[in-house]
């Protein structure tokens, strides 16, 4: 089902393109605004279907499997003989005709989450979180996006949850108080104000509510270790 409304609203982008540009007479001057304007359409579609699934993860980018790290994406990206070189240059020329499309329709919203997320694909996080903050801002401040937004913002700072982020996830949040990425997140945002207790109870409900094998579990389970060890070492010390 979220294929069939990507492809609706890819579709919507593309004619929405195709009735901003300039009119000319003659067959080859339409045909043109028809190819061009389905560059976002088919780049976007296109781009989704490289990267895989596209809804939301269920657990923080650093992790997700299928997606390099950061810095190794950066060593190897001019690399032919990575085994994920080809692909990376597909995405390249994919996201080249995406920008091109986004100077002439800057309220593509599915242009500029397709950008965000094949920004991150190479390595590129500050493209990415410049690309969701457009497309939070286009959606109307969907929660899943918001989610979305804040986990590239975390990365690119490095697991640090500034204002912006915090806001975010407490919007999504609020709006889905049972996600579990936005649970997640609010947890570790607790641990870092200097509420460890708050943290532990919330991360550990989250834990009991993942289901088996969940990806998510992993971190979470670091994360309560940790709490813990620091909280048996705070009782030591009294």
Known sequence: ?????LTVLAILAGAALYASLP????????????????????????LYAMLGS???PARPYAERAGERNLA??????DNATDPDFQTDQQIRRLLDQIVVSLEVNPRNLQGWVALARGSLRLGNIER??????????LSGHNPLLAIEYA?????AQDGQIDNTSRDLVLHALGQMPNHLLARYYYGMMLKQNGKPDQALRVLGDLYRDLPKDDPLGNATASEIKALQSDADTAINAD
């Open 151 to 155: 986990d590239t913002r975390i990365t």
């Open 1 to 5: 089902m979220i294929w069939v409304g």
């Open 128 to 137: 990415a979180v410049a690309a969701f903050a457009q497309a939070y801002a």
């Open 54 to 56: 596209p809804t939301l």
């Open 23 to 46: 009119k000319s007479t003659g067959h080859g001057s339409r045909a043109r605004r028809v190819t061009f304007a389905a560059l976002p359409v088919i780049a976007a579609l296109g």
């Open 72 to 77: 190794a994406a950066a060593a190897v990206a």
